[in-house]
């Protein structure tokens, strides 16, 4: 320690020295605090994760615990294709009220799309709906399916402009005086969960109480989402404490996670090359 010490002092000064001290002290006295600030390496989620992917097609296959042959998989992207080109014709005919940017990338899009569709969910639970990018898209899912409803969770009403077909959507409001609890309470009166994505707030506070607040209420076959993952640690302490280990999707601006909860069981769906 001393031979380093010095050897810092020779190479770059006293004031420098000093300064990297004073670094390594702070941080080392206030970890947490720092960790909850702090954005994960790479690295440090792709060691945690039990599988890496730069396409969603293998993440697709590798949720599944085998190999989904890739006729099935062209099959999927068609029909979802249908759906996203409907969604892009849908932003030129609406008044956002969101930045477009806020939508869920299109790798991301693709694997969300094909879990309501392969898991055949009841009950979905989305939490951040800006212009409803996602929530279309499940809802159009969904309506393949013929079955399953999507309750979404945001704090304002002026959400949703993407979103044509609202039979099955339940938008549920947050009391900003009461954020927590609200959350809590809204969950609690839900049915059993099948499939949640966590696109809201991204603090690492927030995105852990979500998830942790979500758990007990998911079914023993189901998934939990997590978009921009990568934002903070909070989806990878979650892990952690459960032992879970998420697949991870890597993407130009955001990773995308994916926790299994026990062994689940996809069903290809009857998908018609061309939707009515």
Same mark, same amino acid.
């Given at each position: 320690?001393?031979?380093?010490?010095?050897?810092?002092?020779?190479?770059?000064? /006293?004031?420098?020295?000093?300064?990297?001290?004073? *670094?390594?002290?702070?941080?080392?006295?206030?970890?947490?605090?720092?960790?909850?600030?702090?954005?994960?390496?790479?690295?440090? /989620?792709?060691?945690?994760?039990?599988?890496?992917?730069?396409?969603?097609?293998?993440?697709?296959?590798?949720?599944?615990?085998?190999?989904?042959?890739?006729?099935?998989?062209?099959?999927?992207? #068609?029909?979802? !294709?249908?759906?996203?080109?409907? $969604?892009?014709?849908?932003?030129?005919?609406?008044?956002?009220?969101?930045?477009?940017?806020?939508?869920?990338?299109?790798?991301? @899009?693709?694997?969300?799309?094909? $879990?309501?569709?392969?898991?055949?969910?009841?009950?979905?639970?989305?939490?951040?709906?800006?212009?409803?990018?996602?929530? @279309?898209?499940?809802?159009? @899912?969904?309506?393949?399916?013929? *079955?399953?409803?999507? +309750?979404?969770?945001?704090?304002?009403?002026?959400?949703?402009?993407?979103?044509?077909?609202? &039979?099955?959507?339940?938008? +549920?409001?947050?009391?900003?005086?009461?954020?927590?609890?609200?959350?809590?309470?809204?969950?609690?009166? $839900?049915?059993?969960?099948?499939?949640?994505? #966590?696109?809201?707030?991204?603090?690492?506070?927030?995105? &852990?109480? !979500?998830?942790?607040?979500?758990?007990?209420?998911?079914?023993?076959?189901?998934?939990?989402? *997590?978009?921009?993952?990568?934002? *903070?640690?909070?989806? /990878?302490?979650?892990?952690?404490? #459960?032992?879970?280990?998420?697949?991870?999707?890597?993407?130009?601006?955001?990773?995308?996670?994916?926790?299994?909860?026990?062994?689940?069981?996809?069903?290809?769906?009857?998908?018609? /090359?061309? &939707?009515?």
């Amino acid at each position: 320690m001393s031979s380093r010490l010095f050897s810092h002092l020779r190479e770059y000064g /006293l004031r420098d020295t000093i300064e990297r001290l004073l *670094c390594k002290s702070t941080h080392a006295l206030l970890n947490s605090g720092f960790r909850k600030r702090d954005a994960p390496y790479l690295g440090e /989620l792709a060691a945690a994760a039990s599988s890496v992917h730069l396409g969603a097609d293998g993440l697709i296959s590798a949720l599944s615990g085998s190999p989904i042959l890739s006729d099935d998989l062209v099959k999927l992207r #068609h029909e979802y !294709e249908a759906y996203r080109a409907a $969604l892009m014709q849908r932003y030129k005919a609406v008044t956002l009220a969101y930045d477009a940017a806020f939508a869920i990338e299109e790798g991301s @899009a693709f694997v969300m799309y094909a $879990l309501v569709r392969l898991l055949r969910p009841s009950i979905v639970l989305e939490t951040g709906v800006a212009n409803g990018h996602s929530s @279309a898209l499940i809802l159009n @899912a969904l309506g393949e399916n013929g *079955c399953g409803e999507l +309750h979404s969770v945001d704090v304002s009403d002026d959400v949703g402009d993407l979103i044509v077909d609202r &039979r099955n959507w339940h938008l +549920h409001l947050l009391d900003s005086s009461s954020l927590k609890k609200s959350f809590a309470a809204i969950v609690a009166r $839900l049915p059993t969960i099948d499939l949640m994505v #966590h696109d809201s707030d991204h603090s690492y506070q927030w995105m &852990r109480y !979500e998830l942790e607040t979500v758990l007990p209420r998911m079914s023993s076959g189901g998934v939990l989402a *997590c978009d921009d993952a990568n934002i *903070c640690y909070g989806m /990878l302490d979650f892990c952690a404490a #459960h032992r879970m280990k998420p697949l991870l999707l890597v993407e130009t601006r955001k990773v995308f996670g994916v926790l299994p909860l026990g062994p689940i069981h996809l069903r290809l769906p009857q998908i018609r /090359l061309t &939707r009515a």
